[in-house]
Every structure is written in C-alpha cells, then in structure tokens.
C-alpha cells in the first residue's frame, strides 16, 4: 500500500496547489502576450472635414484641431457665420484623402471625447498654422494645451498684419476698452457678465481688441467682442 493511500487529504491537497500554480503561470503568460490596447495613432488618412477646425480619421475618430477656433458653419437653424465655408474648403483641400501627422498635447481629449491634435503634412507644414495665416480661424488656447503657442500666435499676426480673412471685420472696436482673463485666455466686453466673474489676480484691462489677439486672447463665445 502507498504512503499517499495513508494521508488522502494531503496528497488531494497537494494536487490542487500543483493545478493552481499551473493555472496562474498560464495566465501570466496569456496576459503578457496579449495585445497592448493602442493610443491615439500618430498619423492616419483623413476621411472627412467638418468644419475649419474638426475632421474625422479612418476609423471613425473625430479630430479637434488644438490652439484655433474657425467660424461655424450653419446649424440648429443658425446660418453659418462670416468665412465658415472657406475655411472648411481650406481644411479639406490640405487633408481630405491625405496621410497626416498628429502631434499631441498633454490634454489628448476634449469633453466630446475629440482627439486634440496639432496637425502636419508631410512637408512639416503645421496645418492649424495654416488656418490663421489665412485669417480663416483665431488663436483658441486651452492650457495645459499651448506647445505651439508661438508659431500659431505668429501665423495669426501675419493675417491680422495683412488683413487676411476674417481680419477684414474682426479688428472693428466698438468698446472703449475690453477685459481678459489670463486663466482663461479670454476677453470679453465690459458689461459681460463673465467679466464681472474674472478674479482680480487674473483681470487685465486691454484696450484694443488687436491688443487682446496680439497677446494670445480670444474672445468670449456669449457677449462676442
């Protein structure tokens, strides 16, 4: 007779140590060969535009362009505001049925669930900076999302400079003065009732709308300067 047949309980116990480490080691192993769940892609084909500042990738992944806002194009019964076509038109003669580059920020996702991306072509021509020397968009600066502040801020000088686009209206002041926020980014008219909210540390009075542009502000989406 065996030794084992003599202690039953400690051989069936044996047993199941030995399946259990069996077991854990296949798993440890089916998990370090499993697929590694992929980010955001570092280029991909364009598939369709939007608008001037949001287009969609192969696979169905929207894409918002960081650091500019375009004009919008009509929509919820509202018409489409000054350039928005043009702009589009811009956006997809540069990257419909073509490979880009994306280049990211530290904040890769907007609350849409939107990439963020600075966008290039294979000539290293950074897209958004195209937009604005166009004058077909402004600087829209979200921090921790400012990488390219100075070649975007740039390229909207050169437009204002030459009155390019949207600079044919937009530089027309009907305030004596304007207040920005530096949390924010934004400057709004006077009465707005965002301004009244801006903390005293972060308020700067400017007193030209060009002033505000030139320093990396944009305006306030309810009172619209």
């Given at each position: 007779?065996?030794?084992?047949?003599?202690?039953?309980?400690?051989?069936?116990?044996?047993?199941?140590?030995?399946?259990?480490?069996?077991?854990?080691?296949?798993?440890?192993?089916?998990?370090?060969?499993?697929?590694?769940?992929?980010?955001?892609?570092?280029?991909?084909?364009?598939?369709?535009?939007?608008?001037?500042?949001?287009?969609?990738?192969?696979g169905g992944q929207r894409v918002r362009?960081?650091?500019?806002?375009?004009?919008?194009?009509a929509r919820e019964g509202r018409p489409?505001?000054?350039?928005?076509?043009?702009?589009?038109?811009?956006?997809?003669g540069l990257t419909q049925g073509k490979?880009?580059?994306?280049?990211?920020?530290?904040?890769?996702?907007?609350?849409?669930?939107?990439?963020?991306?600075?966008?290039?072509?294979?000539?290293?021509?950074?897209?958004?900076?195209?937009?604005?020397?166009?004058?077909?968009?402004?600087?829209?600066?979200?921090?921790?999302?400012?990488?390219?502040?100075?070649?975007?801020?740039?390229?909207?000088?050169?437009?204002?400079?030459?009155?390019?686009?949207?600079?044919?209206?937009?530089?027309?002041?009907?305030?004596?003065?304007?207040?920005?926020?530096?949390?924010?980014?934004?400057?709004?008219?006077?009465?707005?009732?965002?301004?009244?909210?801006?903390?005293?540390?972060?308020?700067?009075?400017?007193?030209?709308?060009?002033?505000?542009?030139?320093?990396?502000?944009?305006?306030?989406?309810?009172?619209?300067?």
């Amino acid at each position: 007779m065996s030794i084992e047949s003599f202690f039953p309980q400690k051989t069936e116990t044996r047993n199941q140590k030995t399946i259990f480490i069996i077991f854990l080691l296949v798993a440890i192993l089916a998990w370090g060969c499993a697929p590694k769940p992929q980010g955001p892609p570092q280029q991909a084909l364009v598939t369709q535009v939007l608008d001037g500042d949001t287009l969609v990738l192969a696979g169905g992944q929207r894409v918002r362009l960081l650091g500019i806002d375009a004009p919008e194009m009509a929509r919820e019964g509202r018409p489409a505001e000054f350039l928005a076509h043009k702009s589009k038109d811009l956006l997809a003669g540069l990257t419909q049925g073509k490979v880009v580059r994306l280049e990211y920020d530290q904040l890769r996702y907007d609350h849409y669930g939107r990439l963020l991306a600075y966008l290039f072509l294979p000539d290293h021509t950074l897209i958004n900076a195209e937009l604005l020397r166009q004058g077909l968009a402004h600087v829209y600066f979200h921090a921790p999302n400012v990488r390219h502040r100075d070649a975007l801020l740039a390229a909207q000088t050169e437009a204002m400079d030459a009155r390019r686009g949207r600079w044919q209206k937009a530089l027309n002041q009907d305030e004596p003065y304007y207040l920005a926020n530096r949390h924010t980014l934004r400057f709004h008219r006077p009465n707005c009732p965002l301004a009244g909210k801006i903390a005293a540390a972060n308020r700067l009075k400017v007193q030209s709308i060009k002033q505000a542009y030139l320093e990396g502000f944009s305006p306030c989406r309810s009172c619209k300067p």
